[in-house]
């Protein structure tokens, strides 16, 4: 189904911020991701006013559970999980509009039936509803609901009006280019592009979307921001966490795939790209895309190649022992899937032409860190030369995405005295500081902006897939080697030394 009608309600970032009459169905409600997030995000919206008046949510999923239950579940997640203490009295009046609706996800009269309800609903309601569908189950069963979703009838399309069905799938999409085309492919059988909201919940970060007000609102970057002043860009994604849990799905999918083609690459693509002509979610994603498209592919081989993979063994996490990643639980003991990841891609663009951007992710690291450092060059070492007086650091651009949110300028000062010697000083900005520590978090703003049809924080399908397109090649090459090339490093570490060499090659270290 091509997207044709360009849809009215795509007004991007700049859109007021109220949502029109919604029931949300969370297919996969008995998960993780909605005890954690989802559900508290649509509570927190709730406090702040944002949910629309008529709000029905349907949890959906295989095993029968009574509404009651479904709601008494939902109120303990909100006790854990909310970012505000439970309002007993506001959940009140969310907590009768909660219920939930058992079938499996490959069964059509299970979606007859809930359709039936849905339609019930909005009877009662004495007016119509947009009907959000939020996919929040593993990849496997993404298929037959979004196929269950059209056959019913549910993916409704009402084109040009906010009556649309919507849906929400969460990542990965796809595992490799062919199978993110196919799940594109599946996909827009069932809706057009705009009904479609990819999610990657780091474009639900604030400090994410600062990026573009960052840049695009002060006028003091813009000039500095390309080659001729710009020395490389290091993005890194670091946690301290393992795998815990979820070895089963990590085993599957390694640093590659869980954080450096999604997550990490937005980073870059909203680093790099162009000024958008406008805030809309069409000219921010279109710049995305040019961005990606000019990445240059990966040198897999030889001195130059151009990405190390490694597995963490064991090691201390503050002071902890911490076991390696093959002593975790249901991981194969010959498994070869990285835990790390560092990589270096080449912009070949008028304006990042020979600045390489190092990309690095991975689990089990010294502590949980995202930040993007932009590091100018050195200016010219006229007056500043003697090593044994001057001791210059690059100018260097922090932008922190996590924890500690914020943004550092790193610079040269003087060192008070009557001779002249310098050192490296930084000058900080700390949202904490500025705006106060509550702020939303990313899946408030991504389901909100989904329900009121703002799809700049999504991902579009060409998108992907021209992620994908780079990905691909270094995943079926590292598939071929097994083991062969698997770096290690210890528990508490930065990662291994061959991620250190990789930026040695062009004289840069690891910030
Ligand atoms: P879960 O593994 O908790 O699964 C969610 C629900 O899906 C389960 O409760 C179960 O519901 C159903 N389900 C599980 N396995 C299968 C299966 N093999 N076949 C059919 N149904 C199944 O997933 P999460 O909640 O952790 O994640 C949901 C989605 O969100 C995934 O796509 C994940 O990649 C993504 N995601 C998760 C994050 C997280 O922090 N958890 C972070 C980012 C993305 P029932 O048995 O009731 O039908
Ligand atoms: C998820 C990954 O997408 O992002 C997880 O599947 C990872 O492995 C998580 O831990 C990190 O998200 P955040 O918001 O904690 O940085």
Not at 3 to 31: N, W
Not at 140 to 160: M, Q, T, W
Not at 491 to 496: K, L, N, T
Request: charged share 25%.
């Amino acid at each position: 189904m091509s997207d044709t009608a360009r849809h009215p309600f795509l007004e991007g970032l700049s859109k007021h911020r109220g949502a029109p009459p919604t029931v949300i169905v969370i297919f996969g409600a008995s998960g993780d991701l909605t005890s954690r997030k989802l559900v508290p995000a649509l509570y927190n919206l709730g406090l702040d006013s944002l949910l629309p008046s008529e709000f029905h949510l349907l949890g959906y999923g295989r095993k029968p559970i009574p509404d009651e239950e479904f709601q008494a579940n939902c109120e303990r997640d909100l006790e854990k999980f909310s970012r505000r203490p439970l309002n007993k009295d506001i959940w009140g009046h969310v907590k009768p509009n909660v219920g939930y609706h058992a079938g499996g996800y490959d069964d059509p009269k299970a979606f007859t039936e809930l359709k039936e309800r849905m339609l019930k609903i909005e009877k009662e309601a004495g007016r119509d509803l947009q009907f959000l569908f939020y996919i929040s189950t593993p990849p496997s069963v993404f298929k037959p609901i979004l196929e269950n979703l059209g056959s019913s009838g549910l993916a409704r399309h009402h084109d040009g009006t906010d009556l649309a069905s919507k849906v929400i799938i969460e990542k990965p999409f796809g595992r490799d280019l062919d199978t993110a085309k196919e799940l594109n492919r599946i996909i827009t059988d069932q809706f057009h592009e705009h009904q479609v909201y990819r999610i990657d919940h780091y474009l639900g970060k604030e400090t994410v979307q600062d990026l573009l007000v960052l840049r695009f609102a002060n006028s003091i970057f813009e000039p500095l921001w390309n080659r001729n002043y710009v020395d490389c860009v290091q993005i890194t994604v670091a946690e301290s966490l393992g795998v815990g849990t979820r070895g089963g799905y990590y085993d599957q999918s390694g640093a590659t795939r869980d954080m450096l083609q999604n997550h990490t690459m937005q980073l870059l693509a909203l680093t790099a790209m162009e000024a958008p002509v406008s805030l809309g979610a069409e000219a921010i994603r279109d710049e995305k895309v040019k961005l990606l498209k000019a990445i240059q592919p990966l040198r897999l081989e030889g001195e130059n190649c151009d990405a190390v993979r490694a597995q963490y063994g064991e090691g201390l996490i503050d002071g902890v022992r911490a076991p390696g990643y093959m002593q975790e639980q249901d991981i194969p003991q010959d498994s070869s899937t990285e835990t790390y990841g560092a990589l270096r891609f080449s912009i070949d663009n008028w304006r990042w032409q020979g600045v390489p951007f190092y990309l690095r992710s991975g689990k089990r690291l010294a502590r949980r860190v995202s930040e993007i450092a932009i590091r100018f060059k050195q200016p010219p070492g006229i007056l500043f030369s003697d090593p044994t007086r001057f001791d210059l650091a690059n100018n260097t651009l922090v932008i922190q995405i996590q924890p500690d949110e914020g943004t550092t300028l790193l610079m040269n000062s003087k060192i008070p005295g009557l001779e002249t010697r310098t050192q490296a000083v930084k000058m900080h900005f700390r949202y904490a500081t500025t705006f106060g520590s509550n702020t939303p978090e990313a899946y408030e703003r991504l389901i909100l902006d989904c329900m009121i049809g703002d799809s700049t924080l999504f991902i579009r399908g060409d998108e992907t897939e021209t992620s994908w397109g780079l990905y691909t090649p270094l995943l079926e090459s590292w598939q071929e080697l097994g083991r062969k090339g698997l770096q290690s490093y210890p528990c508490g570490s930065w990662g291994p030394l061959a991620a250190d060499k990789l930026l040695w090659q062009s004289n840069h270290e690891w910030r």
